[in-house]
């Protein structure tokens, strides 16, 4: 090799990633199997079909799926951190809208003893009160600290004024909600959803036969006091009238602008090249909306814009904070980058370097045997086909500046764009 001759640049025109294998345990709990890596480590995650979109009140599904690691019939709280560090283990708890996660990871040597501290964390948690109190204080004290910030504040009041408050997204948490849960209410919502027939399993890493037997054993019989799975739930939104919401913070050294509307969702045909356009839009560091905001105009240290999901819609959001008195020119050049879109093609060239930043970042996001794994739950829990990662790759290189601008002019609408901004009112 002679490290004087820059390599040649490779097109990527075939994109293949390795399929999982699917097969269903004795108790009909799906299980997904990334068999991928070197090294003798297991991830498992157990996907719980129930989250936000079904809790009978705020932070319900959340505390449910936090305080699974507080406490069981077996393990008290620190048994269960003692254990899980003892064997070099590590557990991460976490939910999104509809689906609430049990991420561990182990050296496949020591998974049988991890399993048995997995297994009754989700089988038979206590959700003590002692535990539950510290946690819930610990939680009020960092959402007194969020409630301080503009991000937070302008984060909150565009979601609410897009759905409404009767739309999970729109039903803003207090610090009452936090008071209002207690054991009984996280039992209660546990007993509906923790169970064989409403979960799935994603095994990933080097995954032998002996793994598979062993989780087999572990979740293949049924557990749980019901076995229904959990319904897919729709609710109505719809968006307050005016077009410039301000949420005043009298002490605020900045203020955070958000700017958006609901959109279409992933299963849309527009989608995948309506990824170029946002990411070309706002979707990385040499974006339009960085370029000039950031790089010309000086205000602010960062602007972003991208879509994000919801089981029913789509979230287009442009998000930066800048000094209270560029709030009003940022918002301009916001317009302005858009009516570019919408009256000038875009250059080959600049289409050119968007397309190569996507497509690297789409071969970094899936080398690795548990990024594997993050792909294909995205899939499953997004309702995609498997075909969706060639079809992304396919956009992406066939888009043109044409299309661009087509899709400019139908997805990137002034006119209905929320202007919402949290920070110091200027005269």
Known sequence: MDRKIQPEIQ??????????????????????????????????????????????????????????REGTTKYTAATIAEKLDYYGSWLELSSSSEYAYITVYSLNKYLAKTLEVVESMIKEPLFPEKELHT??????????????????????????????????????????????????????????????????????????????????????????????????????FTAVPEKRIFTEREDAMQSAVKMGYTTITRNHPDYLKLRVLMTLFGGYFGSRLMSNIREKKGYTYGISAGIMFYPDSGLLAISTETDNEYVKPLIQEVYHEIDRLHQEPVSMEELMIVRNYMLGEMCRSYESPFSLSDAWIFIAT??????????????????????????????????????????????
């Open 11 to 68: 097109t990527l025109k075939n994109f293949c990633i390795l399929p999982p294998v699917r097969m269903t345990l004795p108790n009909g709990i799906p299980l997904t199997v990334i068999n991928a890596g070197e090294q003798e480590v297991i991830r498992m995650d157990v996907l719980i079909a129930g989250a936000r979109w079904q809790q009978s009140q705020k932070l319900q599904a959340l505390f449910t799926n936090r305080m699974l």
């Open 382 to 427: 997004s309702g995609l086909n498997d075909d969706y990662f060639s079809r992304s790759l396919l956009a992406v290189n066939e888009v043109t500046p044409a299309e661009i601008q087509d899709l400019a002019q139908r997805y990137l609408c002034k006119e209905t764009l929320k202007e919402v901004i949290a920070g110091k009112k200027l005269s």
């Open 135 to 236: 946690i819930l204080d610990t939680n009020i004290q960092q959402y007194l600290v969020n409630t301080s910030k503009v991000d937070f504040l302008a984060h909150r009041s565009l979601l609410r004024s897009l759905y409404g408050e009767q739309h999970p997204c729109g039903k803003v948490v207090v610090e009452e909600d936090y008071h209002a849960i207690t054991p009984e209410v996280l039992r209660e919502f546990y007993e509906r959803y923790y169970h064989s027939g409403n979960c799935s399993i994603f095994l990933s890493g080097k995954v032998t036969e002996d793994i598979i037997s062993r989780v087999t054993d572990t979740f293949g019989t049924s557990f749980g006091k019901h076995q229904q799975p959990a319904l897919k739930l729709s609710f109505p």
